[in-house]
């Protein structure tokens, strides 16, 4: 299973791609059937607004994979590029290291909600918000790694035949530090998709006729007590799934990465 | 010219290594450095060739050519001087086009090109290391126990070589090794690291 990455990939991208087919009519207010439990013409139920929770539930999923996915791969970029930064010189290691501290030292919640409301909000705020939460703690290990790559005898032989920072850096870091990457990845994709419902939650995230996971299992919240459990659970099922998919994706592609394919054979699994 | 002026080097254990050592290595000498084990050799390798900094004092290298050093060093451990995620092709790549001439010379067949470092053996991967540092064209050469992992009869024929194309450039030469025959036959001077401490 972990060797065939590209089986979970293609269902995660079905995932994403099925809902474009939905159109709004499809989750759009009808009084007449409100507070459905879940049956043969409404596979998930319905909400206090006769709202279907099937094609809500897979509308919401894409835009939170995509979130999930931006904010996940360019926070790792960041963390590699602050990583890299580090390596410069002593200084700027210096620099790096305490905005590292300086970022962790508060919660994630706080800084984000202060970043998202700084720029208004709304999907860039949720965003850049968590991008510049989530770098960190990847970076940290980054550089640890980075720092004792920078030690090894054949980047430091590298310089002597006259190879700048930035091409050791790509040609030299990035092999070694890519499976550290994807693990980046993997972690902090999960985490968005739960950050983003948070801050939608506190109301400083998404605006609440954009269905997105985090805001469908935060307004079940009130529902629930009156018995209305398909709210919370099969959109949290279906969010469980796509995690799963993503790391049995991520874990294939590592694989595949590491293998070895000189002469055809795999030597190194 | 590589001068040492006063250098001195002390490990972090406190072991003095080095010791106000004042030394100059001219243009197109060949050197041989001889030694016990752990008397410093390869730490005036090292410090020679810019890869660690002496406790005190200073040395003045040649000038560079486009960023690449002038003095290059031919590491002691072949398996720590090349990427161990690279192929053979791209790790000669480094040090710019592949000389086929040079690989022919020192008898590297071009399927070893899309292997790994840990794919060849110890001697094998010390060739690749000596093409590699041949391939920059450098004014001075530091050889560490070069051919320390080769059989005698591909040592003799690796030096044979590897000295035909340094004589040919008239390249600063300076060779660590235990073996004073070796050292009596391809320099004009032998050293005892002992000579230099004081």
């Known amino acids: 299973m972990t060797r065939k990455f590209w089986v979970p990939a293609i269902i995660l991208l079905l995932f994403f791609l099925f809902p474009f087919l939905i159109s709004g009519e ?19 139920g319905t909400d206090w607004l006769g709202r279907d929770m099937f094609f809500r539930t897979w509308k919401a999923l894409q835009l939170s994979i995509g979130i999930g996915l931006l904010t996940a791969i360019l926070s790792t970029i ?19 290291s305490w905005l590292v501290d300086l970022f962790l030292s508060l919660p994630h919640l706080v800084t984000l909600l202060l970043i998202s409301f700084t720029l208004g909000g709304g999907m860039k705020g949720v965003v850049i918000g968590l991008v510049l939460t989530h770098w960190p703690s990847l970076t940290r290990i980054l550089r640890a790694e980075m720092l004792q790559l920078q030690q090894t005898t054949y980047v430091q032989m590298s310089k002597k035949l006259g190879k700048g920072f930035w091409w050791r850096a790509w040609h030299h870091f990035v092999p070694h530090i890519l499976p550290q990457m994807l693990v ?16 939608t939650f506190l109301g400083f995230g998404l605006s609440a006729e954009q269905p997105a996971i985090g805001i469908i299992l935060s307004e079940s919240m009130q529902y629930l007590s009156s018995g209305m459990w398909w709210l919370a659970f099969f959109p949290g099922f279906v969010l469980l799934i796509v995690i799963v998919l993503f790391q049995l994706t991520a874990k294939g592609l590592r694989n595949s990465l590491e293998k070895d394919y000189s002469y055809g054979q795999i030597t190194r699994n | ?7 001195s080097y002390q490990t972090k254990a406190g072991t003095r290594i ?92 071009s399927e070893w090109l899309q292997r790994f470092p840990q794919q060849l053996s110890g001697g094998e991967l010390q060739r690749i290391c000596i093409v590699r540092c041949l391939m920059v064209n450098p004014s001075y050469i530091i050889a560490d126990e070069m051919t320390s992992m080769l059989d005698p009869v591909s040592q003799a024929e690796i030096w044979k070589q590897f000295m035909h194309i340094v004589e040919a450039n008239n390249t600063g030469l300076l060779v660590i090794s235990h073996e004073r025959k070796l050292l009596e036959r391809i320099t004009d001077h032998i050293l005892d690291i002992e000579e230099l401490q004081g």
């Open chain 1, 26 to 44: 499809r989750f759009s207010i009808h009084l007449m059937e409100k507070n459905q439990a879940p049956s043969f013409s409404h596979l998930f």
């Open chain 2, 1 to 7: 010219m590589i001068r040492t002026k006063n250098v």
């Open chain 1, 78 to 96: 960041c963390s590699f590029f602050m990583s890299t930064l580090a390596m410069l010189n002593q200084p700027m290691d210096r620099i790096i």
């Open chain 2, 18 to 109: 080095l010791d106000h050592t004042n030394w100059e290595w001219k243009y197109g000498q060949k050197i041989g450095l001889m030694g016990k084990s752990g008397a410093g050799k390869t730490t005036l390798a090292k410090i020679l060739a810019g890869f660690l900094l002496p406790s005190s004092g200073e040395v003045i290298p040649p000038k560079e050519r486009d960023g690449v050093a002038s003095i290059q060093l031919i590491w002691q451990h072949p398996e720590q001087a090349v990427n161990p995620k690279w192929r053979v092709r791209k790790i000669l790549e480094e040090a710019g086009e592949i000389d086929q001439g040079l690989l022919q010379q020192f008898n590297i067949p």
């Open chain 1, 184 to 199: 980046g990845i993997t972690v902090i994709f999960p985490h968005a998709i739960l950050h983003e419902a948070s801050i």
